[in-house]
């Protein structure tokens, strides 16, 4: 073994007293698009002293860190990443039910949340019912559906700062339109969020659910591998119709295809690569451009592209 695999090797071990560790974990296995490179060290921290440590050892072998959750808004680069991607996901995911709030560390799904919510009676999660990502993530983002978003429930955020942490009111996050203060911060590390969701009857909240559910069903294309949607929806009208009246409704590069059902999705539709779907959102974004003079702007999160 050289010595680069050993010194790997020793690092690995160090990882692997704090959490989960796989090596040259390839992330096509955690994106939803099903693309990207090899990671160095893909770890999953069994708790927040075991987060810290890890942080602490990316700052002594100046590796570079990234929190990661399910893959769901992010576009990942074929490159290896050399350094360590975390995600709280395995074990950073309890939710604790106090009345009309709810308690959750930030790798817990956010569809079972809003599950567990609508069996306590509580409803304001209708909307993320159908979101695979996680609480951080959400947050992060400031996930959104059917015109509701993660800001009208989130009452604190509590963040990892360096080697402290704090609550964050709702507006210190300063949410917005799929934007939140987090984004200007990348060291900033969501840990867990307190919600605020209002009393209502179970039955009714499962039947909007449900409804909901038959809507996604039958207007998204969730049968291939994909990330949501790929842009946010300028004033003006949604970023399909600008889509489709450039004529790219159902146009593939390579295995990259703009989905026929909604011309906002992007599926990996045959064994695509990160580049032909970076080159199938730089096209419509030109084309969109070209014709309109409208800048569409991603919703998706590009890593690991830049040298």
Known sequence: MNWLGEKMKDLSIRLKAFGD???????????????????????????LLALQRVIAIAK??????KVMGKGSNILASEKPFHGIVVNLDRFMNNTIFDEEHIFVEAGASLIFVAFEAMK????????????????????????????SSMSEIVEKVWVLKEDRTEWMSAQEC?????????????????????????????QEIKELMDSRRERRMASQPLEWPCAGSIFQNPENQ???????DVGLRGHKINGAMVSEKH??????????????????IGLIQTSVKERYDVDLKTEVEMFNWND
């Open 263 to 280: 011309a906002n999705f992007i599926v990996n539709a045959d064994h695509a690569l990160a580049d032909d779907i970076a080159e199938l």
């Open 120 to 147: 306590h009676d509580l409803s304001g999660l209708e909307f993320a019912s159908g979101i695979p990502g996680t609480i951080g993530g959400a947050c992060f983002m400031n996930a959104g559906a059917y015109k």
């Open 60 to 65: 002594e072998e100046n590796l570079p860190l």
């Open 174 to 202: 300063e949410f917005g339109y799929r934007s939140s203060v987090f984004q200007k911060h990348p060291d900033w590390i969501i840990l867990g969020v307190m919600l605020h969701l209002k009393r209502s009857n179970m």
């Open 21 to 47: 560790c796989l090596v040259w974990e390839s992330l096509k296995q955690h994106t939803t698009f099903k693309v990207g490179g090899e990671v160095m060290y893909y770890v999953y921290p069994k708790s």
């Open 238 to 244: 949604p970023a399909w119709k600008y889509i489709e």
